[in-house]
């Protein structure tokens, strides 16, 4: 008997959120199925996203933080 196994490539999700605890949390619970990519600031949310994506890295959803350094992520996209 062939047993044939592979493992889903895991995608990569970017977390963005100035409290580290919230990142902590983010990580222990979502580290083992997706490559993370956590910021703790909007300008290097949007500088980091740039960056990753510009090599060839896609990435699937982004988390943001609602209140967010007083809405500069907001402010930074829409402008």
């Given amino acids: 008997m062939i047993i044939v196994t592979w493992k889903r490539k895991k ?3 970017m977390i963005c959120d100035d409290n580290p605890d919230m990142l ?3 990580g222990l619970v ?23 994506t510009t090599r060839g ?3 699937s959803p982004i988390l ?4 967010f350094g007083g809405g500069q992520v ?3 996209c829409c402008s």
């Fill in 11 to 13: 995608k990569t999700l």
């Fill in 24 to 26: 902590l949390l983010f």
């Fill in 30 to 52: 979502l580290g083992s199925r997706y490559h993370l990519i956590m910021v703790d600031s909007g300008e290097e949310c949007i500088d980091k996203y740039i960056k990753e």
């Fill in 57 to 59: 890295i896609k990435i």
């Fill in 64 to 67: 943001l933080d609602y209140e």
């Fill in 74 to 76: 907001g402010r930074l």
